[in-house]
Every structure is written in structure tokens, then in C-alpha cells.
């Protein structure tokens, strides 16, 4: 018997250890303010009772509508702290997706800010009942609304009367929904825990991190960054939005150690005509992740950026891959190791795992695998794979192989697949011939219906100079097989993409469907 059983250290007490321990230390920096971790645990103290105060139950899920800000960090820590479930929702998402989400997930508050109030008060009559009078706003004198100061200012600051096991929900973070509706994701606290003290060592966090956070702090990428910034006690600088002379300004003014952001951030910095005239020297390590970095592009920022560029491929379901700098010049082209304490397998059509350079699906198990979709059996079964040691891995839903040396190289999204002739083609691959023409600045490929072929693939092109869509098409055709041969170049001014910077590929599939595979611009 062992004389000591400490106690699971969960998300919570991370933040009590911390407030007590770190105390005056800032913990925060927003628009010049900065909070100690002293207040920032006392106000989610105060958040965490006055939801209880509000006859919230433990468990309960609280909807957080809000623009980036200390606010908001606040509010959905102080959730967590309270023992409910923080919902943090995409501020981009349209009137009904809100609404669809709110009730999906059985809220029994919002926490809204800004004009996400008035979005909420449209919608009054379509929400659950159940919510009552829990609707809390930031800077609120909206009938029926309770303004936050005064709702958190009058709760205790003392810790909150809350048992948590790991097994208790701790979030619902809802997809992207780039390939089909958005699903809500359950991370409990176990689960948590483990997203923030396993990837702080191979993000390189330490107690003198400054991180940047500039990507909506609904996403999990940004949890990702804050997670590991609490646990290792250091500082977090949140920003409303991107833009890369106001980042480029905030590294120098913050002395930024770490960020995490997307391909697209990365591309307008390093092409930022006054990016040497920065003092940028502070930067440590600071992580690239949400879609595929392209090696010359990866090559660009460690070029141009001080520090060290990580890798990181991932899903907020629960699978990290990492390449950091030691491997990027002998490994350029993958998307790294599993992180450690991961496990990861490449499934053929059989569902039986592939020997090194085979492609197939990508399944993996790790400490922070999600709990499951909420409400969603389906889906649940649909991305479970069963081990056969019994154990449940988590399918990807993308394709990729190993090397002999188990680092994974990406080849496509298992729905973004183009099956022309009975053949597989893979867009990526056509997308890696494409960007090196220099006049390519983005592209994406997808699959459009053909009489002959079932499907063939159309490449939609953001240019990076003046060019003809039948010669690329004619270019690019030149260079790829048979099977990859593309039907036509579009020539546009942007790619839609989601707030994290994901293409999104089924826009893009509807919009060209008919497509007359004739070239052309739109």
C-alpha cells in the first residue's frame, strides 16, 4: 500500500496552485492591462459561485459568446473552476448555427459580449427554456440580461464547494464543420489535465513564457497555447484579431516568447514588407498547426523569423504529431512524431495496420483522446477503431503514411479524396505541384463530377502575379500523372476558409459543381 495517494491535479487546482504560489506574477495582458494570477483566481472564483448562486448544477453547460479578451479567459476558466462545462462558440458562426449549438448542447447559461448580445436577444424565443434567467453580458443593461461585473462582483471569492474526478466533462469545443456539420466535442477534465502538461514540454512552454494569443479563444488551438501557459506559469498577451503589422507590433511590445497560429498568419508575416524593421528577437518557440505548413513556407519563417518553428499536426479530438526544429531540414516534408506518451497506426482498406511507406488511414490513441461526441452515437462509432488489444483509437479521417522512422507525412482528407476512373487521387498532391509555380500563391483542388470519370479534380488558384488559367492548367497537367491531370484552373481572389484558417473545401465543391472544366476566372 502506498503511504501517499495524492489526489488528481485537474485544470482547477492548476489555476488555485498557481493564484496562491505565482500570486503577483502577471498572468495576463490585455490592451495594456495586466491581471496578476492573484485576481485571476479570485475572478474565477467569483464567476464559478455566482453561476452556482444562479442555481447552476454541477455539470451544467454554459454557452461563452464572446469576443477575444480577459473576459472571456475569465469567464470560461471560471466556468471549468465552478465544476460546469465551458461551451465556447465560433463568433462567425450565423444566428441559427448559435442557436442550433446552444440547444445541442443543453445550456443552461450564456455568457455573451458585445454585439453577440443582440444576436442572442433575436433569438430569445427559439432557446431552451431551461436557460431561465442565466444570461449573463459584458457591459449589459439589456432587460432580463445580467451585466457581468455586477453578477460576478457580488459572488464570494472563496474556493468553490466542487468535487471534480477526471472523468467530469470539462468542455464541449464544436468543430469546424469543414466537412460537414459541426460536432461537439467533449474533452472532460482528465483529459484537460493532460492537454496541458503533455504539450508544454514538446511546445517548449517554461515560467517565463509570453504567449501570444490572436486566434479566437474558442478555438482548440488556442486552448492549446493557454493550456500550456497555465500549467507552466507563465503569461498570456490576448489580442481581438490578426493582423500582421499588429502582431509583428505586439511581439515587440510584449517581448512575445511563444504564439500558436495558422499557415495563412505565418504566409502574411513573413511577406510583410516591414517585418525587419521589428525587434522580434524575444521569440522562442512558437507553434504552426490547423492545416498542412508547406515546406517552403516552413522554410520562409525559420529564415526569416528568429527562434524555433514547431509543427504541429492535430485534431481536438485528440491525436498531436510534432516536428520540431532538430528534424525540420531532414524532414521538411512530414508533419512529425507523435508527441510523447501517443500512439499511431496507418489503417489499410481492410482496417489492418500498414508497414512503413503505405498509405491508409491515420488512427492513433493518446492520453487526451475527447470523451466522445456529444449526443452523437453515430458519429461516436464511426470514429472508433478497435485495437487488438481491445483498446479504443481514434480514426482521423485523414490519410497519411509513415516512414521507417515513424515520422507521418500527410497525403489528404479521407472525404477530400477524388476517386476518377476507380482510381484514388489525392488533391494534396496536385496542390504540391501547383504552389511551385511561382505565380501560385494558394491553391486548392477538389473533385467535380465527370460523365467519363465519375470525378475529376478542379484547381482553384489565388495568384501571386498575373497568370492564364489554361496555361497553369496546361502547366500543371504537364507535370502530374494521368490520373491527377486537373479539368481546369479558377482564378480567384481568396479561398474561403473558417476563422482558424482551414480551407473550406465543400464550399468550394458546391460552388463549382457545375463547373464547365473550360479554365477560366471567377
Not at 524593421?277 to 516552413?298: E, F, H, N, R, V
Not at 482564378?491 to 476558409?497: A, K, S
Request: with cysteine.
Amino acid at each position: 500500500m502506498a503511504w501517499f495517494a495524492p489526489k488528481p491535479l485537474l485544470l482547477p487546482d492548476i489555476i488555485a496552485l498557481n493564484a496562491a504560489y505565482l500570486n503577483r506574477k502577471t498572468a495576463f495582458v490585455d490592451r495594456g492591462e495586466r491581471v496578476s494570477w492573484a485576481d485571476f483566481g479570485t475572478g474565477t472564483n467569483r464567476v464559478a459561485n455566482a453561476l452556482a448562486g444562479a442555481g447552476l448544477a454541477k455539470g451544467g453547460r454554459v454557452v461563452v459568446l464572446m469576443k477575444n479578451s480577459y473576459a472571456m479567459a475569465e469567464a470560461m476558466f471560471g466556468v471549468i473552476r465552478g465544476g460546469f462545462v465551458a461551451v465556447p462558440l465560433n463568433v462567425a458562426i450565423s444566428d441559427a448555427a448559435v442557436a442550433a449549438m446552444i440547444g445541442d448542447a443543453g445550456a443552461r447559461a450564456v455568457i455573451a459580449s458585445d454585439e453577440h448580445i443582440e444576436r442572442i436577444e433575436r433569438l430569445r424565443k427559439t432557446l431552451p427554456a431551461e436557460l431561465g434567467d442565466r444570461l449573463i453580458g459584458l457591459d449589459c443593461r439589456v432587460d432580463g440580461w445580467h451585466d457581468y461585473a455586477e453578477f460576478v462582483g457580488g459572488a464570494s471569492a472563496g474556493d468553490p464547494q466542487v468535487e471534480l474526478s477526471p472523468q467530469d466533462e470539462c468542455n464541449i469545443i464544436y468543430s469546424s464543420g469543414t466537412t460537414g456539420l459541426p460536432k461537439g466535442i467533449v474533452h472532460d477534465h482528465g483529459c484537460r489535465e493532460a492537454w496541458g502538461s503533455d504539450m508544454a514540454v514538446p511546445l517548449r512552454y517554461h515560467s517565463g513564457a509570453k504567449t501570444l494569443c490572436n486566434l479566437g479563444l474558442f478555438s482548440n488551438i488556442s486552448w492549446v497555447a493557454m493550456l500550456a501557459t497555465l500549467y507552466a506559469g507563465g503569461c498570456l498577451v490576448i489580442d481581438r484579431q490578426f493582423s500582421a503589422e499588429r502582431c509583428l507590433e505586439r511581439i515587440q511590445e510584449e517581448a512575445i516568447t511563444h504564439t500558436a497560429m495558422v499557415p495563412l498568419q505565418y504566409q502574411k508575416l513573413v511577406e510583410c514588407a516591414s517585418l525587419s524593421t521589428y525587434d522580434l528577437s524575444s521569440l522562442d518557440a512558437y507553434m504552426c498547426c490547423g492545416s498542412p505548413l508547406a515546406p517552403a513556407l516552413k522554410r520562409a519563417v525559420m529564415e526569416k523569423l528568429p527562434g524555433d518553428l514547431i509543427e504541429l499536426y492535430g485534431l481536438t479530438e485528440g491525436l498531436v504529431t510534432i516536428l520540431g526544429p532538430e528534424d525540420m531540414a531532414e524532414k521538411i516534408d512530414s508533419v512529425g512524431q507523435p508527441s510523447p506518451g501517443q500512439r499511431l497506426l496507418i489503417l489499410g482498406d481492410d482496417d489492418k495496420p500498414q508497414a512503413a511507406g503505405n498509405a491508409g488511414e491515420i488512427v492513433g490513441h493518446s492520453r487526451f483522446m475527447m470523451a466522445g461526441y456529444h449526443n452523437n452515437d453515430d458519429a461516436n462509432a464511426e470514429a472508433t477503431w478497435v485495437h487488438p488489444d481491445g483498446s479504443r483509437w481514434l480514426r482521423t479521417g485523414d490519410i497519411g503514411r509513415l516512414d521507417e522512422d515513424g515520422f507521418l507525412y500527410l497525403v489528404d482528407r479521407k472525404k477530400d479524396m477524388i476517386i476518377s476512373g476507380g482510381q484514388n487521387v489525392y488533391p494534396a498532391d496536385i496542390e504540391a505541384v501547383m504552389l511551385e509555380h511561382e505565380a501560385v500563391s494558394e491553391v486548392a483542388v477538389v473533385g467535380i463530377a465527370h460523365e467519363k470519370w465519375g470525378e475529376t479534380p478542379l484547381a482553384v488558384v489565388v495568384p501571386a502575379a498575373e497568370i492564364d488559367a489554361d496555361a497553369l492548367t496546361a502547366w500543371t497537367n504537364a507535370r502530374t500523372g494521368r490520373q491527377q491531370r486537373i479539368n481546369g484552373t479558377v482564378i480567384v481572389d481568396e479561398l474561403p476558409r473558417n476563422p482558424n484558417g482551414k480551407i473550406l473545401k465543400r464550399e468550394l465543391r458546391d460552388t463549382y459543381a457545375s463547373y464547365a472544366g473550360k479554365g477560366g476566372s471567377s
